[in-house]
Protein backbone atom coordinates (compact mmCIF):
# COMPACT_ATOMS: atom_id res chain seq x y z
CA UNK A 1 0.00 0.00 0.00
CA UNK A 2 1.25 3.49 -0.74
CA UNK A 3 -0.93 6.39 0.20
CA UNK A 4 -0.37 10.12 2.24
CA UNK A 5 -2.72 11.29 4.87
CA UNK A 6 -3.29 14.12 7.25
CA UNK A 7 -1.50 13.76 10.37
CA UNK A 8 -4.58 15.95 12.52
CA UNK A 9 -7.63 13.79 10.62
CA UNK A 10 -5.14 10.84 11.05
CA UNK A 11 -4.50 10.88 14.89
CA UNK A 12 -8.11 11.51 15.47
CA UNK A 13 -8.70 8.22 14.28
CA UNK A 14 -6.31 6.72 16.54
CA UNK A 15 -7.64 8.23 19.09
CA UNK A 16 -10.79 6.67 19.00
CA UNK A 17 -10.10 3.46 18.40
CA UNK A 18 -7.51 3.10 20.95
CA UNK A 19 -9.55 2.72 23.62
CA UNK A 20 -10.38 -0.52 22.45
CA UNK A 21 -6.51 -1.45 22.90
CA UNK A 22 -6.13 -3.57 26.37
CA UNK A 23 -2.47 -4.77 26.91
CA UNK A 24 -4.28 -7.73 28.95
CA UNK A 25 -5.26 -9.78 25.66
CA UNK A 26 -3.65 -12.89 25.04
CA UNK A 27 -4.33 -12.78 21.48
CA UNK A 28 -0.81 -10.74 20.09
CA UNK A 29 -2.36 -9.11 17.31
CA UNK A 30 -4.93 -7.65 19.14
CA UNK A 31 -2.23 -5.49 20.25
CA UNK A 32 -2.23 -4.03 16.85
CA UNK A 33 -4.51 -1.74 14.98
CA UNK A 34 -5.56 -2.84 11.38
CA UNK A 35 -5.04 -0.20 8.79
CA UNK A 36 -7.12 -0.82 5.70
CA UNK A 37 -6.22 1.52 2.81
CA UNK A 38 -8.95 1.67 -0.17
CA UNK A 39 -9.48 4.21 -2.83
CA UNK A 40 -12.21 5.95 -0.88
CA UNK A 41 -10.04 6.37 2.44
CA UNK A 42 -8.85 4.48 5.65
CA UNK A 43 -10.24 2.45 7.96
CA UNK A 44 -8.45 1.65 11.30
CA UNK A 45 -9.94 -0.96 13.56
CA UNK A 46 -9.12 -2.04 17.32
CA UNK A 47 -10.54 -4.24 19.43
CA UNK A 48 -10.17 -6.40 22.86
CA UNK A 49 -12.77 -9.13 21.80
CA UNK A 50 -15.07 -7.36 24.23
CA UNK A 51 -15.53 -4.23 22.22
CA UNK A 52 -14.77 -3.17 18.71
CA UNK A 53 -13.74 0.21 17.37
CA UNK A 54 -13.88 1.33 13.78
CA UNK A 55 -12.85 4.83 12.15
CA UNK A 56 -12.93 5.89 8.91
CA UNK A 57 -10.73 8.46 7.11
CA UNK A 58 -12.50 9.58 3.82
CA UNK A 59 -10.45 10.70 0.80
CA UNK A 60 -12.16 14.22 1.14
CA UNK A 61 -14.05 16.14 3.83
CA UNK A 62 -15.50 19.20 3.03
CA UNK A 63 -14.19 19.51 -0.50
CA UNK A 64 -10.60 19.44 1.06
CA UNK A 65 -8.41 16.50 0.13
CA UNK A 66 -7.54 14.58 3.01
CA UNK A 67 -6.10 11.07 2.14
CA UNK A 68 -4.50 10.57 -1.45
CA UNK A 69 -4.17 6.74 -1.68
CA UNK A 70 -1.77 5.57 -4.72
CA UNK A 71 -1.40 2.07 -4.02
CA UNK A 72 -4.40 0.16 -1.74
CA UNK A 73 -3.58 -2.83 0.83
CA UNK A 74 -3.57 -3.43 4.69
CA UNK A 75 -1.48 -4.17 7.53
CA UNK A 76 -2.07 -4.35 11.36
CA UNK A 77 1.10 -1.86 12.50
CA UNK A 78 2.06 -2.05 16.66
CA UNK A 79 -0.22 0.05 18.40
CA UNK A 80 1.71 1.16 21.51
CA UNK A 81 4.42 2.79 19.37
CA UNK A 82 2.05 3.74 16.05
CA UNK A 83 0.28 5.97 18.75
CA UNK A 84 2.99 7.59 20.24
CA UNK A 85 5.08 8.13 16.75
CA UNK A 86 1.99 9.83 14.97
CA UNK A 87 1.37 11.94 17.26
CA UNK A 88 5.11 13.18 17.63
CA UNK A 89 5.67 13.40 13.75
CA UNK A 90 6.68 17.33 12.63
CA UNK A 91 4.64 17.81 9.50
CA UNK A 92 0.71 17.82 8.69
CA UNK A 93 1.14 15.47 6.04
CA UNK A 94 1.86 12.08 6.58
CA UNK A 95 3.68 9.01 3.79
CA UNK A 96 3.20 5.68 4.28
CA UNK A 97 4.40 2.64 2.21
CA UNK A 98 4.44 -1.23 3.36
CA UNK A 99 5.63 -4.06 1.22
CA UNK A 100 4.70 -7.64 1.22
CA UNK A 101 6.94 -8.57 3.81
CA UNK A 102 4.61 -6.62 6.64
CA UNK A 103 7.11 -3.48 6.95
CA UNK A 104 5.29 0.00 7.03
CA UNK A 105 7.80 2.92 5.87
CA UNK A 106 6.54 6.18 7.66
CA UNK A 107 7.90 9.54 6.36
CA UNK A 108 7.51 13.14 7.83
CA UNK A 109 9.27 15.62 6.52
CA UNK A 110 12.80 14.39 7.11
CA UNK A 111 11.85 12.08 9.39
CA UNK A 112 11.94 7.88 8.64
CA UNK A 113 10.40 5.34 10.70
CA UNK A 114 9.95 1.78 9.98
CA UNK A 115 7.92 -0.24 11.55
CA UNK A 116 7.70 -4.14 11.39
CA UNK A 117 3.50 -4.75 11.05
CA UNK A 118 1.56 -8.18 11.43
CA UNK A 119 -0.57 -10.03 8.58
CA UNK A 120 -3.75 -8.39 8.68
CA UNK A 121 -5.52 -11.57 7.23
CA UNK A 122 -4.46 -12.92 10.57
CA UNK A 123 -6.88 -10.27 12.82
CA UNK A 124 -10.34 -11.09 13.67
CA UNK A 125 -13.21 -10.11 11.69
CA UNK A 126 -16.23 -7.80 13.01
CA UNK A 127 -18.74 -8.95 14.54
CA UNK A 128 -21.74 -9.59 12.30
CA UNK A 129 -24.66 -7.70 13.17
CA UNK A 130 -28.46 -7.69 12.16
CA UNK A 131 -29.96 -3.94 11.39
CA UNK A 132 -33.47 -5.12 12.15
CA UNK A 133 -33.65 -3.57 15.54
CA UNK A 134 -32.31 -0.17 15.71
CA UNK A 135 -33.78 3.25 16.52
CA UNK A 136 -31.59 7.06 16.99
CA UNK A 137 -30.84 8.90 19.30
CA UNK A 138 -29.49 12.18 20.27
CA UNK A 139 -25.84 11.90 21.45
CA UNK A 140 -25.90 14.24 23.81
CA UNK A 141 -28.86 12.76 25.58
CA UNK A 142 -27.30 9.12 25.19
CA UNK A 143 -24.36 11.38 27.23
CA UNK A 144 -26.49 12.32 29.76
CA UNK A 145 -28.33 9.01 30.78
CA UNK A 146 -24.96 7.56 30.32
CA UNK A 147 -23.30 9.52 33.47
CA UNK A 148 -26.77 9.69 35.20
CA UNK A 149 -26.17 5.63 35.90
CA UNK A 150 -22.68 4.13 35.32
CA UNK A 151 -20.95 5.17 38.42
CA UNK A 152 -23.54 3.10 40.15
CA UNK A 153 -22.16 -0.45 38.61
CA UNK A 154 -20.55 -3.57 40.34
CA UNK A 155 -17.07 -3.10 40.54
CA UNK A 156 -17.10 -6.97 41.19
CA UNK A 157 -16.48 -9.04 38.52
CA UNK A 158 -17.93 -12.47 40.44
CA UNK A 159 -21.13 -11.24 39.75
CA UNK A 160 -20.38 -10.02 35.58
CA UNK A 161 -24.44 -8.78 35.21
CA UNK A 162 -24.28 -6.39 37.72
CA UNK A 163 -20.78 -4.79 35.96
CA UNK A 164 -23.58 -3.57 33.11
CA UNK A 165 -26.02 -1.43 32.85
CA UNK A 166 -29.86 -2.43 32.10
CA UNK A 167 -31.39 -1.27 29.42
CA UNK A 168 -35.09 -1.44 27.91
CA UNK A 169 -36.91 0.33 25.22
CA UNK A 170 -40.65 0.23 24.73
CA UNK A 171 -43.57 2.30 24.26
CA UNK A 172 -40.32 4.83 23.36
CA UNK A 173 -39.46 5.05 26.53
CA UNK A 174 -35.86 4.41 27.20
CA UNK A 175 -34.52 3.51 30.15
CA UNK A 176 -31.36 2.54 32.30
CA UNK A 177 -30.74 0.96 35.43
CA UNK A 178 -27.63 0.68 37.15
CA UNK A 179 -26.89 -1.17 40.69
CA UNK A 180 -24.16 -2.85 42.99
CA UNK A 181 -26.58 -3.87 45.18
CA UNK A 182 -25.68 -1.07 47.97
CA UNK A 183 -27.14 1.61 45.53
CA UNK A 184 -29.72 2.13 42.43
CA UNK A 185 -29.20 4.65 39.54
CA UNK A 186 -31.93 4.69 36.62
CA UNK A 187 -32.94 6.90 33.88
CA UNK A 188 -36.24 6.84 31.56
CA UNK A 189 -36.43 9.17 28.68
CA UNK A 190 -38.83 9.26 25.71
CA UNK A 191 -36.89 8.37 22.19
CA UNK A 192 -38.79 10.22 19.54
CA UNK A 193 -39.15 7.36 16.31
CA UNK A 194 -38.71 4.65 18.08
CA UNK A 195 -42.24 3.96 17.64
CA UNK A 196 -42.06 -0.49 17.35
CA UNK A 197 -39.02 -0.85 18.40
CA UNK A 198 -38.69 -2.88 21.68
CA UNK A 199 -35.92 -4.98 23.81
CA UNK A 200 -35.84 -6.29 27.08
CA UNK A 201 -32.67 -6.99 29.27
CA UNK A 202 -30.42 -6.31 26.92
CA UNK A 203 -26.89 -5.12 29.75
CA UNK A 204 -24.13 -3.20 28.26
CA UNK A 205 -20.76 -2.95 30.81
CA UNK A 206 -20.79 0.29 32.28
CA UNK A 207 -16.84 0.22 31.44
CA UNK A 208 -17.59 0.29 27.77
CA UNK A 209 -20.43 3.08 27.91
CA UNK A 210 -17.64 5.65 29.69
CA UNK A 211 -15.44 3.99 26.49
CA UNK A 212 -18.35 5.20 24.10
CA UNK A 213 -19.19 8.52 26.12
CA UNK A 214 -15.65 9.74 25.98
CA UNK A 215 -16.12 9.40 22.22
CA UNK A 216 -19.10 10.77 21.30
CA UNK A 217 -19.14 14.32 19.37
CA UNK A 218 -19.17 17.36 21.11
CA UNK A 219 -21.82 19.10 18.87
CA UNK A 220 -25.27 16.95 19.32
CA UNK A 221 -26.30 14.52 16.39
CA UNK A 222 -27.87 11.33 15.96
CA UNK A 223 -26.39 8.14 16.90
CA UNK A 224 -27.56 4.87 15.39
CA UNK A 225 -27.94 1.96 18.22
CA UNK A 226 -28.49 -1.43 16.51
CA UNK A 227 -29.20 -4.24 19.02
CA UNK A 228 -28.74 -7.71 17.96
CA UNK A 229 -28.65 -11.04 19.80
CA UNK A 230 -25.44 -10.95 21.22
CA UNK A 231 -24.02 -7.50 20.22
CA UNK A 232 -24.89 -3.46 20.43
CA UNK A 233 -23.19 -1.27 17.38
CA UNK A 234 -23.26 2.55 18.00
CA UNK A 235 -23.02 4.24 14.73
CA UNK A 236 -21.09 7.90 15.22
CA UNK A 237 -20.80 9.01 11.60
CA UNK A 238 -17.65 7.79 10.45
CA UNK A 239 -16.88 5.43 13.92
CA UNK A 240 -18.23 2.07 14.63
CA UNK A 241 -18.20 0.99 17.96
CA UNK A 242 -19.42 -1.96 18.92
CA UNK A 243 -20.44 -4.03 22.49
CA UNK A 244 -20.67 -7.30 23.43
CA UNK A 245 -23.92 -7.86 25.53
CA UNK A 246 -23.23 -8.94 28.67
CA UNK A 247 -24.43 -13.36 29.87
CA UNK A 248 -26.94 -13.39 33.08
CA UNK A 249 -30.20 -12.58 34.11
CA UNK A 250 -29.86 -8.79 35.36
CA UNK A 251 -32.16 -8.70 39.23
CA UNK A 252 -35.49 -7.05 39.25
CA UNK A 253 -35.28 -4.30 41.00
CA UNK A 254 -38.11 -2.32 41.24
CA UNK A 255 -39.65 -4.08 44.18
CA UNK A 256 -37.23 -2.26 46.37
CA UNK A 257 -37.85 1.08 45.42
CA UNK A 258 -40.53 2.60 47.81
CA UNK A 259 -43.64 4.72 46.76
CA UNK A 260 -44.60 6.15 49.61
CA UNK A 261 -42.35 8.46 52.64
CA UNK A 262 -42.59 9.23 55.84
CA UNK A 263 -40.14 11.81 55.38
CA UNK A 264 -39.41 14.24 52.13
CA UNK A 265 -36.70 17.14 52.54
CA UNK A 266 -35.55 19.22 49.60
CA UNK A 267 -32.35 20.69 49.42
CA UNK A 268 -30.67 23.12 47.17
CA UNK A 269 -27.82 20.81 45.62
CA UNK A 270 -24.44 22.76 45.88
CA UNK A 271 -25.19 23.76 49.77
CA UNK A 272 -25.53 19.81 50.27
CA UNK A 273 -22.91 18.65 48.08
CA UNK A 274 -20.30 20.61 50.01
CA UNK A 275 -21.04 19.76 53.27
CA UNK A 276 -21.26 16.08 52.49
CA UNK A 277 -18.03 16.58 51.17
CA UNK A 278 -16.63 18.34 54.56
CA UNK A 279 -18.13 15.50 56.62
CA UNK A 280 -16.69 12.76 54.25
CA UNK A 281 -13.16 14.15 54.88
CA UNK A 282 -13.45 12.73 58.25
CA UNK A 283 -15.48 9.92 57.75
CA UNK A 284 -12.76 8.27 55.26
CA UNK A 285 -10.29 8.69 57.52
CA UNK A 286 -12.83 5.45 59.47
CA UNK A 287 -12.49 3.82 56.22
CA UNK A 288 -16.35 3.70 56.66
CA UNK A 289 -17.43 6.61 54.39
CA UNK A 290 -20.42 6.79 57.40
CA UNK A 291 -21.93 10.58 57.48
CA UNK A 292 -24.88 11.13 59.49
CA UNK A 293 -28.17 13.10 58.82
CA UNK A 294 -30.66 14.22 61.60
CA UNK A 295 -33.93 15.99 61.07
CA UNK A 296 -34.68 16.24 64.89
CA UNK A 297 -34.31 19.52 66.29
CA UNK A 298 -35.45 22.62 63.68
CA UNK A 299 -38.07 22.19 61.26
CA UNK A 300 -35.48 24.39 58.56
CA UNK A 301 -32.44 22.82 58.81
CA UNK A 302 -30.81 19.36 58.96
CA UNK A 303 -27.79 18.18 61.00
CA UNK A 304 -24.85 16.91 59.06
CA UNK A 305 -22.29 15.13 60.97
CA UNK A 306 -19.18 12.46 61.13
CA UNK A 307 -16.70 11.29 63.46
CA UNK A 308 -12.98 10.10 63.51
CA UNK A 309 -11.48 8.18 66.24
CA UNK A 310 -7.94 9.81 66.08
CA UNK A 311 -9.10 13.58 64.04
CA UNK A 312 -12.63 13.94 65.93
CA UNK A 313 -16.12 15.03 64.35
CA UNK A 314 -17.94 17.06 62.12
CA UNK A 315 -21.02 18.79 62.74
CA UNK A 316 -22.68 21.05 60.40
CA UNK A 317 -26.25 22.72 60.16
CA UNK A 318 -27.47 23.01 56.64
CA UNK A 319 -30.71 24.88 55.72
CA UNK A 320 -33.24 22.88 53.99
CA UNK A 321 -35.93 24.13 51.07
CA UNK A 322 -38.77 22.03 52.57
CA UNK A 323 -39.11 19.68 55.03
CA UNK A 324 -42.78 17.29 54.94
CA UNK A 325 -43.07 14.41 57.43
CA UNK A 326 -41.48 12.90 60.72
CA UNK A 327 -38.28 13.90 62.21
CA UNK A 328 -35.30 11.46 60.78
CA UNK A 329 -31.89 10.05 61.91
CA UNK A 330 -29.82 8.60 58.83
CA UNK A 331 -26.52 7.00 58.20
CA UNK A 332 -25.54 7.03 54.85
CA UNK A 333 -22.28 6.23 52.48
CA UNK A 334 -21.00 9.93 51.88
CA UNK A 335 -19.64 8.82 48.47
CA UNK A 336 -22.26 7.25 47.36
CA UNK A 337 -23.93 10.55 48.10
CA UNK A 338 -21.54 12.61 46.78
CA UNK A 339 -21.65 10.26 43.38
CA UNK A 340 -25.35 11.14 42.82
CA UNK A 341 -24.67 14.79 43.27
CA UNK A 342 -22.15 15.24 40.80
CA UNK A 343 -24.25 13.75 38.40
CA UNK A 344 -27.10 15.93 39.04
CA UNK A 345 -27.47 19.17 36.54
CA UNK A 346 -30.26 21.12 38.27
CA UNK A 347 -29.90 23.13 41.55
CA UNK A 348 -32.38 21.14 43.51
CA UNK A 349 -33.03 17.66 44.87
CA UNK A 350 -35.51 15.76 46.79
CA UNK A 351 -35.12 12.92 49.19
CA UNK A 352 -37.73 10.66 50.45
CA UNK A 353 -36.73 8.73 53.60
CA UNK A 354 -39.25 5.75 54.44
CA UNK A 355 -37.46 4.81 57.67
CA UNK A 356 -33.78 4.34 59.35
CA UNK A 357 -33.44 1.21 58.00
CA UNK A 358 -34.84 1.78 54.41
CA UNK A 359 -33.57 3.11 51.14
CA UNK A 360 -33.54 6.63 50.61
CA UNK A 361 -34.71 7.76 47.20
CA UNK A 362 -33.04 11.08 45.27
CA UNK A 363 -34.98 12.45 42.69
CA UNK A 364 -34.42 15.73 40.74
CA UNK A 365 -37.03 18.26 41.05
CA UNK A 366 -36.54 20.11 37.88
CA UNK A 367 -36.17 16.95 35.72
CA UNK A 368 -38.44 13.94 35.31
CA UNK A 369 -37.34 10.38 34.87
CA UNK A 370 -34.16 10.22 37.13
CA UNK A 371 -33.86 8.01 40.22
CA UNK A 372 -31.32 7.52 42.64
CA UNK A 373 -31.61 5.08 45.52
CA UNK A 374 -28.67 4.64 48.23
CA UNK A 375 -29.16 1.80 51.08
CA UNK A 376 -28.49 3.19 54.63
CA UNK A 377 -25.75 2.34 57.27
CA UNK A 378 -26.89 -0.14 60.47
CA UNK A 379 -25.04 2.22 63.51
CA UNK A 380 -24.43 1.35 66.91
CA UNK A 381 -25.24 5.27 68.24
Not at 333 to 347: A, G, T
Request: aromatic share 6%; net charge negative.
Amino acid sequence: MKFTIQKAQLNEAIQHVSRAISNRTTVPILLGIKMDVHHDGVTLTASDTDIWIQSFVPTQTNEETVVQVEKTGSIVVPAKFFIEIIRKLPTKDIHMISDNRQQILITSGSTEIQLTGLDSDEYPSLPRISEKNSFSISSHLLDHMIHQVSFAVSANESTPVLTGVLWNLKDEILKFVATDRHRLASIEKKIPGSEGKEFQHIVISGKNLNELSKILPEQDGMIDVVVSENQVLFRLGQVLFYTRILDGTYPDTSKIIPQSYRTELSFHVKPLSDAIERAYLLSREEKTNIVRLTSEDHPTQVEISSSSNELGKVIEQLEIIRSVGEQLRISFNSKYMLDVLRVIKQDTIHIGFTGAMSPMILKCEAEEGILHLILPYRTTN
